[in-house]
């Protein structure tokens, strides 16, 4: 069974950066694709940022060129670098993993990102 945990979440000013980690335990050394996705209170989870097997990103038109996705050779972890925060940035941010293409989406229990002055 596969489980995701993000942590990284907190209490941030606009224009601060803010890193966000996601381990998978128990899931193979490759994925089809894993990211995170996020929601804003009173509205739909969305996509944020995918890595997808081979390597290729893609983001949020709202989050691109200040947000970073990236893994590592073990493909058990995905980072989000996240620059240049803004109150529209404030959800729960959630880990997603889909292992194949035929198989069911994993997602982490979410960890709670808040901009605020």
């Known amino acids: 069974q596969v489980q995701l945990e993000e942590s990284g979440g907190g209490l941030v000013q606009p224009g601060e950066p803010l890193t966000l980690s996601c381990a998978a335990a128990?899931?193979?050394?490759?994925?089809?694709?894993m990211g995170w996705y996020r929601q804003a209170p009173g509205k739909e989870r969305a996509m944020v940022a995918i890595i997808i097997s081979g390597g290729v990103t893609n983001y949020a038109d709202s989050v691109n060129g200040r947000f970073t996705i990236s893994t590592d050779n073990t493909k058990k972890a995905v980072w989000l670098q996240m620059n240049s925060l803004n109150v529209d940035d404030t959800a729960l941010y959630f880990c997603?993993?889909?292992?194949?293409?035929?198989?069911?989406?994993?997602w982490g229990k979410g960890t709670l990102v808040t901009v605020s002055s």
């Open positions: 997603y993993l889909r292992p194949g293409i035929l198989s069911s989406a994993y």
């Open positions: 128990g899931s193979s050394s490759s994925f089809f694709r």
